[in-house]
């Protein structure tokens, strides 16, 4: 059984060893990807304990899937309240919260770590990289993004996609089919 | 949305839906087209990995200090909270799952909290109690709307996509069924003439009559996605009719579809 699935259990069970274990492994790429969003130390920190208390409180909200994919999107989910909340931005509706059914999507995921992405980020072209970053970490749609950039709507989605794609491929490379 | 132009058009957003840049009313249009297009999930599902390792690249060292003083102030509340017993742990899971459900709606409910707040300094300062009673009860139920839509949406979207969705194919997109709940996801559904809208029936299993469910009008491109209000553990069969403004209490013409359940 993976070890992170395991941990969860033991959270289930009130474990507060296997809790301090989780945090241990990912409260780095928590609070990172609430500071990313968010510019501020301080309130990253506070979305980072947030975070961490939701695994603990409703450990059954993990239903599988990649655990670091699930508490990623629980982080943006959570700096996303806190960028609405700090005035009129438009809601954006973040992907539906489930396991993905795909063994090689999760294989990937596993695999990756931080200098990987940034690698494969780095060589995607500006145009295609700025939209996708900034869709990502500063939670703005994509007429917001094309807006900001003087780019028309339509070059914005082929770029996205087009990027994510790209990315997608060089991830997947060296993980068995 | 069959034609290759379209259909290219479509998975554009279903790429933009993965990176959740999409405004919240073209998401569940997109979830729908999702549901009831093979290529469009395959095309999610791999965009959607994509997306979630852009999460990787925020991964950094965090200050030590910081770490550490995140780590006992954690610690410090998971420690009492597991010293305190299950029966108050489940109670507080009960109302922090409460609270994380309203997530989307979290802005304008927040927008709403601000207003009852200034209503309740307003009584203070202008002694106008009744005006601001109707004002406040006005503010909560807006405040309550804003809640059950919030919620409705994500689950709405949830489902459309969700692997164990039961689909129930239509020729123009499909009934959607997830536990209890059963949605139309339909996207070609031709103009109405002035003063019609198409009505939802729902068929009880064992039943020979259909009851009358929602009414609806599509978008400008003949999309529609709603929730019928049925317990589709229940169903036998859902149809779809076009009917006067206002609804009809039985079917006034032949049905667009009539599907079965099974």
């Known amino acids: 059984m993976d070890p992170v699935v395991r941990l969860m259990e033991r959270v289930r069970a009130r474990d507060v060893a296997a809790f301090e274990s989780l945090y241990d492994s990912y409260h780095r790429l928590v609070f990172g990807i609430s500071l990313r969003m968010l510019g501020d130390p301080m309130v990253a920190e506070d979305v980072t ?103 028309p709507l339509g070059t914005v989605k082929t770029r996205i996609r087009a990027g994510l794609r790209t990315l997608r491929n060089r991830l997947a490379e060296g993980v068995p089919q | 949305m069959t034609d290759p132009g379209s259909r290219e058009e479509m998975l554009e957003l279903v790429a933009l839906y993965a990176l959740g840049v999409l405004p919240r009313d073209q998401a569940a249009l997109v979830a729908s087209f999702i549901a009831n ?71 304008a ?52 996509v969700a692997p164990d969705a039961r689909r129930y194919e239509v020729a123009q997109g499909a009934v959607v069924v997830r536990g209890d709940r059963v949605y139309l996801a339909l996207s070609k559904l031709p103009a109405l003439p002035k003063g019609k809208v198409y009505q939802a029936w729902t068929l009880p299993k064992g039943a020979t009559a259909v009851q009358p469910s929602i009414t609806f009008p599509p978008n400008a491109e003949g999309i529609a996605v ?32 009539v599907r079965p359940l099974s």
Not at chain 1, 65 to 81: M, P, Y
Not at chain 1, 113 to 125: C, G, K, T
Not at chain 2, 114 to 135: E, G, K, P, Y
Request: net charge negative; glycine share 6%; aromatic share 4%.
């Open chain 2, 37 to 107: 297009d093979d290529g469009a999930r395959d095309e999610y599902r791999a965009l959607r990995a994509s997306a979630d390792a852009l999460a990787f690249s925020a991964d950094e060292p965090v200050d030590s200090a910081r770490s550490v003083r995140m780590k006992e102030r954690l610690l410090a509340r998971v420690s009492a909270e597991a010293a305190a017993g299950n029966g108050a742990i489940a109670r507080r899971r009960i109302s922090t799952n409460s609270g994380w459900l309203l997530g989307t709606g979290l802005a």
């Open chain 1, 49 to 151: 304990q947030t975070v961490f208390m939701k695994i603990w409180t409703s450990p059954d909200a993990f239903r599988g899937g990649s655990f670091v994919a699930w508490v990623s999107r629980v982080a943006r989910n959570r700096a996303l309240d806190v960028l609405r909340s700090r005035g009129a931005r438009p809601e954006t509706e973040l992907p539906a919260d489930l396991p993905l059914d795909g063994a090689l999507d999760d294989e990937i995921l596993e695999r990756l770590d931080a200098e990987r992405v940034r690698d494969a980020l780095s060589m995607l072209p500006a145009e295609q990289r700025a939209p996708i970053e900034m869709g990502f970490f500063g939670g703005v749609t994509h007429q917001e993004i094309a807006r900001r950039t003087d780019t």
């Open chain 2, 226 to 257: 709603v929730a019928l209000p049925a317990d589709a553990t229940k169903l036998g069969a859902v149809a779809l009719s076009v009917e006067p403004d206002g609804g009809s209490k039985a079917p006034t013409t032949r049905p667009i579809f």
């Open chain 2, 109 to 160: 409910a927040a927008a709403l909290i601000f207003s009852l707040v200034t209503v309740i300094q307003d009584v203070s300062l202008r002694s106008d109690l009744a005006q601001a009673q109707r004002r406040t009860a006005s503010l909560t139920t807006q405040l309550a709307d804003t809640e059950r839509v919030g919620q409705h949406d994500r689950q709405m979207v949830t489902d459309l």
